[in-house]
T-cell receptor
Framework: EDQVTQSPEALRLQEGESSSLNCSYT??????LFWYRQDPGKGPEFLFT???AGEEKEKERLKATLTKKESFLHITAPKPEDSATYLC????????????FGTGTRLQVFP | ETGVTQTPRHLVMGMTNKKSLKCEQH?????MYWYKQSAKKPLELMFV???????ENNSVPSRFSPECPNSSHLFLHLHTLQPEDSALYLC?????????????FGAGTRLSVL
């Protein structure tokens, strides 16, 4: 069964304190792995897509990496505005209509 | 503004009511999706429409009835819901060509069933 597990469930950081969020996945034939950011009361906002092991993508203070079993979202010198829930999802080759989501990591960054 | 607009943003309904959720996308996409998001649970895919044809029904109860009149509009008709149906309902759209396809989400409708 395809599955996505995110850890930690919640993370509290001081402003400037770098850290990483983990997304472990099990899928039969990975097509792509997606990272989204979700603010309270809003829908998920697309951040990155990764397609093959070894691939990396960056956007401002965020960097996403991918291996054959997991993805990391590295946050460098976070700011309070980075506070949000970060969602990971995978797409399998056999059903590209479907994204399988994890439960997310709720990140709080304090000044 | 995400390009995917959902109305209403909030909805309170009784178990015997009938209501509809509306989604409109301004991105020129051909695929649209309904998801349910409950606290502490992953987003659950409910329905998928590709070029107005339903291509996925993820074992959703019949009290939820989708409608896709064209590639830009998607509705979710609700009737005789249960309290456990209270959740955030999210609409998304994508280009619909399959493969490496990014889904863009609306802000959602927060539904409360009394």
């Amino acid at each position: 069964e395809d599955q996505v597990t995110q850890s930690p469930e919640a993370l509290r950081l001081q402003e400037g304190e770098s850290s990483s969020l983990n997304c472990s996945y099990t899928v039969s034939g990975l097509r792509g792995l997606f990272w989204y950011r979700q603010d309270p009361g809003k829908g998920p906002e697309f951040l990155f897509t990764l397609y093959s092991a070894g691939e990396e993508k960056e956007k401002e203070r965020l960097k996403a990496t991918l291996t054959k079993k997991e993805s990391f979202l590295h946050i460098t010198a976070p700011k309070p505005e980075d506070s949000a829930t970060y969602l990971c999802a995978v797409q399998a080759r056999r059903n590209t209509d479907k994204l399988i989501f994890g439960t997310g990591t709720r990140l709080q960054v304090f000044p | 503004e995400t390009g995917v607009t959902q109305t209403p943003r909030h909805l309170v309904m009784g178990m015997t009511n009938k209501k509809s959720l509306k989604c409109e996308q301004h991105l020129g996409h051909n695929a649209m999706y309904w998801y349910k998001q409950s606290a502490k649970k992953p987003l659950e895919l409910m329905f998928v429409y590709n070029f107005k044809e339903q291509t996925e029904n993820n074992s959703v109860p019949s009290r939820f009835s989708p409608e896709c009149p064209n590639s830009s509009h998607l509705f979710l008709h609700l009737h005789t819901l249960q309290p456990e149906d209270s959740a955030l309902y999210l609409c998304a759209s994508s280009q619909g060509e399959g493969g490496r396809d990014i889904q863009y989400f609306g802000a959602g409708t927060r539904l409360s069933v009394l």
